[in-house]
């Protein structure tokens, strides 16, 4: 564990300047899931969910939230993406949906929160379309993946890394 960047030596919270950074590509790729009932799943997979289209509305969600990460977290630098994907992937053996966030810029900063912020709204909007025939769903395994690019380069998750 290195120390922490955005707190400084009386225990002050501060955003980090990094205007001394270079620009460098940096990737970040989330990922996370909405376990629910087999009829649920089936429901959202008609696309005949009372509140609409569960993947379409769920994916531009994720978009729009990795947009307004810097608004949502504190401390977080506001970035002009380059890319931001969501992808939606229906699961049978969950019972549920896996969601993955991908999100891109050039810059002196990292996109780890955004495709994080991207996942998890991902799937509070998959929860909100379907709640009202499954308040028993649940969101879990919200964790970042991989991530390139900056000082500290590629890191990839390990299978059951903590």
Not at 79 to 107: E, F, K, M, N, Y
Request: charge should be neutral.
């Amino acid at each position: 564990m290195t120390d922490l960047t955005h707190i400084g030596p009386g225990g002050e919270a501060h955003m980090v300047d990094v205007s001394a950074k270079p620009d460098s590509r940096r990737t970040a790729i989330a990922e996370g899931r909405v376990v629910m009932a087999p009829a649920t799943l089936a429901l959202a997979l008609t696309g005949e969910a009372k509140k609409g289209d569960v993947f379409g509305v769920a994916r531009i969600a994720g978009i729009m939230a990795a947009k307004k990460t810097h608004e949502l977290i504190p401390l977080c630098h506001p970035l002009g993406l380059s890319q931001v994907s969501v992808d939606i992937t229906p699961d049978a053996a969950l019972p549920g949906l896996r969601v993955a966030a991908r999100a891109s810029v050039t810059g002196k900063t990292g996109v780890e929160m955004e495709a994080l912020t991207a996942v998890a709204v991902t799937c509070l909007t998959i929860y909100d379309m379907l709640k009202a025939v499954d308040r028993a769903m649940r969101i879990e395994g919200v964790e970042l993946v991989e991530k390139r690019g900056g000082k500290s380069g590629h890191w990839l998750r390990e299978k059951d890394q903590l």
